[in-house]
């Protein structure tokens, strides 16, 4: 049996890729094809499908979503001592979930199977023998190791903005918010990446640029593609999931997170969500978050990474076109703050929100 471990990076398409799996899951192993679910939920849901008695529509629950993502959590959390997200709710141990998967591969009996996780990207980082124990539970498989990697100022402009959309408590990118970033995963690609090569020295690899991805059609299509599937006519079609917050947004969200009650920041973050696309903003890849001097630096400390992933691919860098990202952006983040205030304000009145309006006075008053 062939394995393709999908192990990330996050804000690469990720969540769209998992979905087409999950939606598409009894089809396909069908066609020898399993993503496999890890719970009750996932397998419950998988039951009714190939029993014909449900055809999701609208969202997929998490947990069957993204089933990997799931036990990549709870092997993490084991190790560490700690607990799984609180959004993935009632999962069974890691024991059970491994013995679903390996249940579902004796019955399917399929030629290929996905483990997908953008969460396994954290394992190198956090504990390498993490994969040993992953690649450990199926002995006799061949593997192949994917992954998609996104030119470092988009991701982390991408990334930033999720951390946001968590509700964390974070710094501007423009100021000492890149700083945080430099030693770990969302920005030293070797050491999400290079684990893995090490624990599956005979396996294929996969990477794989984000801007490649696109152009080729999206990450269910380029996946499809890269790894060299059959799938089945007439799938469900890839739905665009997990959408980022726009980066005119990004001050207000995070100044809200900063510097109002928990609740009201929450509260904050749902209705801009609900505003934005009523919001007259400039295009959200138009707006500069770092600065030149962040910009200078992101490059500098990234071009090392950035040789070392070219040589797993078999060129002299992974990112040919690096260096623009040195290129400062038209719109600058602190200019699109005050107007797009003005105008949520200006809805939320409309609306006759004046609770949610009042929450602004404080961050109008220091624009």
Known sequence: MKIILFIGHHKVGSTSLQDYLARNAVALAQAGILYPATDFEGLALMSAMAAGRHQPD?????????????????????????????????LPGQPQMIHAIRQQVSFF???????????FANFNAVAPELIHQLVGFFPEAEFTVTATLRRID???????????????TIAPLRTNGVEPYISGIHFDYRLMVEG?????????????????????GGSVADFITQNGLKVPKGLARERRENDSLHRGVYEIVR????????????????????LTPKLRLPDSTQIELFGVQNRQHLVEQFA?????????????????????????????EETVYAPALQQIRRLLRKRGDEAADKRLDDLSAQE
């Open 304 to 332: 090392p990474i950035n040789a070392y992933l070219g040589g797993v691919v078999g060129r002299a860098a992974f990112f040919d076109d690096l260096d623009q990202a040195r290129q400062v952006l038209p719109v600058s």
């Open 154 to 168: 988009e991701y982390l402009a991408s990334w930033h903005g999720q951390r946001l959309k968590f509700g964390h």
């Open 109 to 119: 009996t399929p030629h290929t199977m996905i483990l997908a996780a953008e969460v």
């Open 196 to 216: 893995w090569l090490q624990a599956l020295p005979e396996a294929r690899v996969i990477l794989r640029n984000y801007t490649e991805v696109r152009n080729a």
């Open 255 to 274: 100044r809200g997170i900063t510097e109002l009650p928990r609740d009201q920041a929450s509260a904050l973050r749902a209705e801009i969500r609900d």
């Open 58 to 90: 609208g969202p997929l629950p998490i947990n069957a979503r993204e089933p990997h993502n799931a036990l990549a959590f709870r092997m993490l959390a084991d190790h560490q001592g700690g607990k799984v997200p609180n959004y993935h709710k009632r």
